[in-house]
């Protein structure tokens, strides 16, 4: 079973920047392709940026193209989301996800996302 844990939430202002990490283990991460997910508090869970599983292709919801940009090391088993100019709009509960690398096709579904983790949550504040 791949086990993953997010870190790197905060809260800050708006304008600021934040970096969010993803560890995985319990399985092979190269095999998997990664995503970033995030849920704002009454709204749908929804998808930020995906990435490939050696890192050659990534893709991002229009909503945070130019401002966030993912990232992996798969030495460290680690996805990263690096978050600039961060808007109140930003804030949410942020997950990382994984599907097997095979079905990776750039923009990523929720229901295709076997593995999760608990989220941890970024506020940011006008």
């Known amino acids: 079973q791949l086990q993953l844990v997010e870190s790197g939430g905060g809260l800050v202002q708006a304008g600021a920047s934040l970096r969010l990490s993803c560890a995985a283990s319990g399985r092979t991460f190269s095999n998997y392709a990664m995503g970033w997910f995030r849920q704002a508090p009454g709204k749908e869970r929804e998808f930020v940026a995906g990435i490939s599983w050696g890192g050659a292709s990534t893709v991002y919801a229009d909503s945070v193209k130019g401002r966030f940009t993912i990232s992996r090391d798969n030495a460290e088993n680690t996805v990263y989301l690096q978050m600039h100019s961060l808007k109140p709009e930003d804030t949410a509960v942020y997950y990382c996800?994984?599907?097997?690398?095979?079905?990776?096709?750039?923009?990523?579904?929720?229901?295709?996302?076997?593995?999760w983790g608990k989220g941890t949550l970024v506020t940011v504040s006008s």
């Open positions: 996800a994984a599907q097997d690398r095979l079905y990776y096709t750039g923009v990523m579904n929720p229901d295709g996302m076997p593995y």
